[in-house]
């Protein structure tokens, strides 16, 4: 590999994980701190509704599976599934059900994506940062559908593993970039771009994400004691009457 090329290769995958990683915890730390009132994801619904309704569900039933979809697919050791399912039926229905989930999130994004640019109102009240957020996440679920013949050929599961190791790796600090080498160019490419959503992530709209993860508390709240208000009145007082301004 060109030096250059094997520099730029080793900085994408062992060192920028831990930059992105880092300033996605921290940043979206010091934005909830600083900026409370900019944590939301500033909703249009109001100027127009049209294709929100569509494209929003769409859109976020998707992209939810596919989020919960790479990270319990990645960090899975090998080991815990091996005894009742083989490395490939594991790719097939993760190129399946990502595929379909994958879809699903595509035709939604673009609706989204659609009535911001297009919609002159909505464009006029948009931030540039809600586009770029979109595009980038566009280009993201193009890339990741293009994955998916690539995925298929490699039908030992092969792919998948490197990518479950070096992925696994960045979690107990011991990454390996070398094996990503031999990856097709769809996958790198998806990698180093889905870390760049992770660095981003603190300075967009996507940090009202962590206000939809925060709501599962109130599930396991403990149960609300209401007790009634009793008046102690010494013995041998009267109550005092109530007036108008008291009632």
């Given at each position: 590999?060109?030096?250059?090329?094997?520099?730029?290769?080793?900085?994408?995958?062992?060192?920028?994980?831990?930059?992105?990683?880092?300033?996605?915890?921290?940043?979206?730390?010091?934005?909830?701190?600083?900026?409370?009132?900019?944590w939301?994801?500033?909703?249009?619904q109001?100027?127009?509704?049209?294709?929100?309704?569509?494209?929003?569900?769409?859109?976020?039933?998707?992209?939810?599976?596919?989020?919960?979809?790479?990270l319990?697919g990645?960090?899975?050791?090998?080991?815990?599934?091996?005894?009742?399912?083989?490395?490939a039926?594991?790719?097939?229905?993760?190129?399946y059900?990502?595929?379909?989930?994958?879809?699903?999130?595509?035709?939604?994004?673009?609706?989204?994506?659609?009535?911001?640019?297009?919609?002159?109102?909505?464009?006029?009240?948009?931030?540039k940062?809600?586009?770029?957020?979109l595009?980038?996440?566009?280009?993201?679920?193009?890339?990741?559908?293009?994955?998916?013949?690539?995925?298929?050929?490699?039908?030992?599961?092969?792919a998948?593993?490197?990518?479950a190791d070096?992925?696994?790796?960045?979690?107990?600090?011991?990454?390996?970039?070398?094996?990503?080498?031999?990856?097709?160019?769809?996958?790198?490419?998806?990698?180093?771009?889905?870390?760049t959503?992770?660095?981003?992530?603190?300075?967009?709209?996507?940090?009202?994400?962590?206000?939809?993860?925060?709501?599962?508390?109130?599930?396991?709240?403990?149960?609300?004691?209401?007790?009634?208000?009793?008046?102690?009145?010494?013995?041998?007082?009267?109550?005092?009457?109530?007036?108008?301004?008291?009632?």
């Amino acid at each position: 590999m060109n030096p250059i090329l094997g520099y730029l290769h080793n900085f994408f995958f062992n060192v920028y994980p831990y930059i992105c990683l880092a300033v996605f915890l921290m940043g979206s730390l010091a934005r909830f701190d600083r900026d409370q009132y900019t944590w939301k994801s500033d909703s249009s619904q109001m100027l127009r509704t049209g294709l929100l309704r569509w494209g929003s569900n769409l859109f976020h039933v998707g992209i939810l599976f596919l989020f919960f979809g790479h990270l319990v697919g990645l960090l899975t050791p090998h080991w815990l599934y091996e005894g009742f399912m083989s490395a490939a039926t594991k790719q097939r229905i993760a190129i399946y059900s990502g595929g379909v989930a994958g879809f699903v999130c595509f035709i939604g994004l673009s609706m989204l994506l659609y009535r911001r640019l297009f919609d002159p109102r909505i464009r006029l009240t948009s931030h540039k940062t809600d586009l770029a957020i979109l595009l980038i996440l566009w280009v993201q679920l193009v890339i990741g559908l293009i994955t998916l013949p690539f995925s298929y050929k490699h039908a030992d599961a092969s792919a998948m593993l490197i990518l479950a190791d070096w992925a696994q790796g960045i979690v107990t600090f011991q990454p390996n970039a070398d094996a990503l080498v031999t990856l097709d160019w769809p996958f790198p490419l998806h990698l180093i771009l889905g870390m760049t959503i992770f660095l981003l992530f603190p300075f967009s709209r996507l940090v009202h994400v962590w206000s939809g993860f925060a709501t599962v508390r109130f599930l396991f709240r403990p149960h609300q004691v209401v007790r009634s208000r009793r008046l102690n009145v010494p013995a041998g007082h009267n109550q005092p009457r109530q007036t108008r301004a008291d009632a």
